[in-house]
């Protein structure tokens, strides 16, 4: 089965610096990968996803990249604020209309020092 | 907005109780998910149904079943609760028109067992 990988299990920065987020997958079948945010205390909310037909993503200050080649992904925060203190997921999967598995990554836990 | 909730947020079981957990969607997706969160172990797929009656085992099924009568209804099982089984459970559904692939998770019942 697919086997995903995330690196840091923790990440801490200033606030007004970037965070990168990266994730390794083995399942070259994968075509579909999404980032979740988990709030303390919260459910897990998706915040952004890429295909594998698409290399980059933008959506304001995140972004994600996929190198399918390499079997990798990262998601990029810009400007970070102390409002992305959070744990990161990101996940893999087949995609497909039906019983979309996801395999997730162990999560990152991102402190943003005001 | 979808919406997808827990019969409960804290529940407190003794070691050899049949545990029940429920979780209810009401956008009528075909995908539903159990998953537990350990902390540095990420979300870890328990068992998954694609439609009523239907179930498939995830990665980590020893010691739970499930049961889904009903389209909006996933219910995970704890046969005879152990202290191992103390975590985080998570629900999450999947399916609709337009977000195939997003899944969408409960606010989670956070499961001790004495």
């Known amino acids: 089965g697919e086997n995903v990988e995330q690196h840091p299990s923790t990440l801490s920065v200033q606030e007004g610096d970037s965070a990168v987020i990266k994730c390794t997958y083995s399942?070259?079948?994968?075509?579909?990968f999404p980032w979740y945010k988990q709030e303390l205390g919260k459910r897990p909310q998706l915040i952004i996803d890429i295909r594998s037909n698409v290399g980059e993503k933008k959506d304001q200050r995140i972004a994600v990249t996929l190198n399918k080649t390499a079997k990798h992904f990262s998601l990029h925060i810009t400007e970070t604020q102390p409002e992305d203190s959070a744990v990161y997921f990101c996940?893999?999967?087949?995609?497909?209309?039906?019983?979309?598995?996801?395999?997730f990554g162990s999560g990152t836990k991102l402190n943003v020092k005001p | 907005d979808v919406k997808v909730t827990q019969s409960s947020r804290y529940l407190v079981k003794r070691t050899g109780e049949k545990v029940f957990l429920e979780c209810v969607q009401d956008m009528d997706h075909e995908n539903m998910f159990w998953y537990r969160q350990d902390p540095g172990l990420g979300l870890r797929l328990i068992y998954f149904s694609y439609d009523v009656k239907m179930k498939e085992k995830g990665d980590i099924p020893e010691g739970y079943s499930v049961s889904r009568e009903k389209k909006e209804r996933f219910s995970l099982i704890l046969e005879s609760a152990s202290t191992n089984q103390t975590s985080m459970y998570l629900c999450?559904?999947?399916?609709?028109?337009?977000?195939?692939?997003?899944?969408?998770f409960g606010p989670g019942t956070r499961l001790t067992v004495l």
């Open positions: 399942d070259s079948a994968s075509n579909y």
């Open positions: 999450a559904s999947s399916g609709g028109r337009g977000r195939e692939n997003e899944q969408f």
């Open positions: 996940a893999a999967s087949r995609g497909g209309w039906n019983f979309n598995k996801f395999y």
